[in-house]
T-cell receptor
Framework: GAGVSQSPSNKVTEKGKDVELRCDPI?????LYWYRQSLGQGLEFLIY????????KSGLPSDRFSAERTGGSVSTLTIQRTQQEDSAVYLC???????????FGDGTRLSIL | EDKVVQSPLSLVVHEGDTVTLNCSYE??????LLWYKQEKKAPTFLFML????IEKKSGRLSSILDKKELFSILNITATQTGDSAVYLC???????????????FGQGTILTVHP
């Protein structure tokens, strides 16, 4: 597609439920990143995928967070046993290579009740 | 820990004014600095700066990097209401000998341009 596509655009769920957020990067982009943007805060790095290499998970805030990237394309970010502090906008970005600027999707706004 | 600080946090101007947004950073193994504009949803890429003293320009927007003093500025001349947005500065660093694009973001500057 023309840009990074994320779904759903909004997700409201109850505390304790699991959620899955999806990111479809720009075609041909090998690098994929997940960030979290909380109210009044800057973007916080979560995880990075580059091709078939092992991902950099150093930004994941707890073991309730995990992410996969299948076939070097679509990625899913999973949050288990959601907590209210998980409420944020989750942004995905992709780039053609490590040396190229990242292009962002519109994000998924996650609200935990 | 890598750190990026933007100032001011918010700015209100009138159409036609010129604004300067600031970004300072403390990063180990700096590689590049990027500016993004965020309106309602996705941050959109503006500039990537890697070398000191070389101005990048796109229309009314321009940016420059000072790697000695560890800061960058984003200038917008003849502002328009459509320039109203959050402007994000981000820094990319090498990590453990591996080059990759993990970005550390500042909190952003909220720019409001009144007609």
């Amino acid at each position: 597609g023309a840009g990074v596509s994320q779904s759903p655009s909004n997700k409201v769920t109850e505390k304790g439920k699991d959620v899955e957020l999806r990111c479809d990067p720009i075609s041909g982009h090998t690098a994929l990143y997940w960030y979290r943007q909380s109210l009044g805060q800057g973007l916080e790095f979560l995880i990075y995928f580059q091709g078939n290499s092992a991902p950099d998970k150093s930004g994941l805030p707890s073991d309730r967070f995990s992410a996969e990237r299948t076939g070097g394309s679509v990625s899913t970010l999973t949050i288990q046993r959601t907590q209210q502090e998980d409420s944020a906008v989750y942004l995905c970005a992709s780039s053609f290579s490590q040396r190229q600027p990242q292009h962002f999707g519109d994000g998924t706004r996650l609200s935990i009740l | 820990e890598d750190k990026v600080v933007q100032s001011p946090l918010s700015l209100v101007v009138h159409e036609g004014d010129t604004v300067t947004l600031n970004c300072s950073y403390e990063v180990t193994n700096f590689r590049s600095l990027l500016w993004y504009k965020q309106e309602k949803k996705a941050p959109t890429f503006l500039f990537m700066l890697t070398s000191s003293g070389i101005e990048k320009k796109s229309g009314r927007l321009s940016s420059i990097l000072d790697k000695k003093e560890l800061f960058s500025i984003l200038n917008i001349t003849a502002t328009q209401t459509g320039d109203s947005a959050v402007y994000l500065c981000a820094v990319e660093a090498y990590a453990g000998g591996t080059s990759y694009g993990k970005l550390t973001f500042g909190q952003g500057t909220i720019l409001t341009v009144h007609p």
